[in-house]
Every structure is written in structure tokens, then in C-alpha cells.
């Protein structure tokens, strides 16, 4: 069946680091991939996500690109700031089934000292 | 932005009482809800996907007579634990989306704590 699957946390960068969360993906045919956010304390929040093949979704600065030779959406960001400290999602949406029910990595802790 | 709201945001019980949460679409209709479970530093898991006026479809190792799940209108659904035990304890999740969005939007949880 359809899988995502993250780079495991923490991850434990200083300000103004380049960050990177890989996250491969199983899936038939072309899922919409998704990154989502979880701030402490709050619940999952859509960053960014690419429906197609090449398509780059961006957000916050925060950029990942729908690589569907490497089924890879991974999550790159160029300069963090302590305000990005949070759980990232990585996620699909399969075309299987009838609900086409997201499908969510483990998640990446990621905290940004100052 | 589509929001989604969650009431309570937390809740202590009694273990054998019941608890019931909702789900708010706030600004959109949302034809399909879903509930989710999230264990300490883990990922979510689906436990249910309801379509308004329709029964839940629970996904498997999910007692349905447990979690009951009700979608009665197209911006409000609920999910009520019954007879509620200690290992029920978790961060429920639920989201919603319409019947033209790729996308699903997230409530803030509800932190349930069984006594």
C-alpha cells in the first residue's frame, strides 16, 4: 500500500542554517504530496503542497519539489529561524480508495537554536 | 483560509464515563471529516473518515462501537469515546475537506486524559 517515509528527528540546527527533511514516498500512479506543520502546543497546519510531477510548492520560505524519478518531496528551507522549532509532516494523498485518506510520515522534530 | 475548530481543546474523565468532542468546518462545507489519533511523539493515525449524512468508515483495529462518529450536517461532526479507559488517553485529531479540495484542514486537537 501506499507509505511515506521521513527522515527521522530531532533535528537540532542553529539560526540561519540550511535545513533540509528528506521524505520518500510509495505510491500507484501520482499522489498529491503535502508538507504540514505542528507548532507545540497547536494542531497540524497545511505549509505547503505539489499535485504533480516537477511541481514545487513554497511557502515561509520553506520549498519542496515533487521529484517523481526519486519519489522524494523533500522539504528544504535556506535560512531557519527559531520561530520554524515544530513537527513537519510529510504526506500523501493516494488516488486509491474512496476517500483518498491522507497518508502521514512519522514526523521530523525539528529545533532551531538561537 | 478554511479553519476548523475543536471543542473541548482538553477534557478529564472518569475512566468508564463517556466523552464527546467536536468538529467545526467554520467558513466552508466540508462533505468529508476525518478523525485521527496521535500518540506522544508519533505520527497520526486515521481512525475514521465520515461523509456528511452517512455512516463512518472506520479503518481496521478501530472499534467502532467505541468511537462513535457522527456527521449530521455538512460543518459538524463529532466523535464520542464510550466507556472511556485510561489507554484512551491521546491527542484526537479531526480535519475536513470539501468536495473540490486536494487539501484537508486540521482542528487544533483535543488533549483527552482518562483517569
Known amino acids: 500500500g501506499d507509505s511515506v517515509t521521513q527522515m527521522e528527528g530531532p533535528v537540532t540546527l542553529s539560526e540561519e542554517a540550511f535545513l533540509t527533511i528528506n521524505c520518500t514516498y510509495t505510491?500507484?500512479?501520482?499522489?498529491?504530496l503535502f508538507w504540514y506543520v505542528q507548532y507545540p502546543g497547536e494542531g497540524l497546519q497545511l505549509l505547503l503542497k505539489?499535485?504533480?510531477?516537477?511541481d514545487k510548492g513554497s511557502n515561509k520560505g520553506f520549498e519542496a519539489t515533487y521529484r517523481k524519478e526519486t519519489t522524494s518531496f523533500h522539504l528544504e528551507k535556506g535560512s531557519v529561524q527559531v520561530s520554524d522549532s515544530a513537527v513537519y509532516f510529510c504526506?500523501?494523498?493516494?488516488?486509491?480508495?474512496?476517500?483518498?485518506?491522507?497518508?502521514f510520515g512519522k514526523g521530523t522534530k525539528l529545533s532551531v537554536k538561537p | 483560509g478554511a479553519v476548523v475548530s475543536q471543542h473541548p481543546s482538553w477534557v478529564i474523565c472518569k475512566s468508564g464515563t463517556s466523552v464527546k468532542i467536536e468538529c467545526r468546518s467554520l467558513?466552508?462545507?466540508?462533505?468529508?471529516m476525518f478523525w485521527y489519533r496521535q500518540f506522544p511523539k508519533q505520527s497520526l493515525m486515521l481512525m475514521a473518515t465520515?461523509?456528511?449524512?452517512?455512516?463512518?468508515?472506520?479503518e481496521q483495529g478501530v472499534e467502532k462501537d467505541k468511537f462513535l462518529i457522527n456527521h449530521a450536517s455538512l460543518t459538524l461532526s463529532t466523535l464520542t469515546v464510550t466507556s472511556a479507559h485510561p489507554e484512551d488517553s491521546s491527542f484526537y485529531i479531526c480535519?475536513?475537506?470539501?468536495?473540490?479540495?486536494?487539501?484537508?484542514?486540521f482542528g487544533p486537537g483535543t488533549r483527552l486524559t482518562v483517569l
Open positions: 480535519s475536513a475537506s470539501s468536495i473540490r479540495a486536494d487539501t484537508q484542514y
Open positions: 505510491a500507484t500512479g501520482y499522489p498529491s
Open positions: 505539489a499535485t504533480k510531477a516537477d
Open positions: 504526506a500523501l494523498k493516494g488516488l486509491g480508495g474512496s476517500q483518498g485518506n491522507l497518508i
Open positions: 467558513d466552508f462545507q466540508a462533505t468529508t
Open positions: 465520515s461523509n456528511e449524512g452517512s455512516k463512518a468508515t472506520y
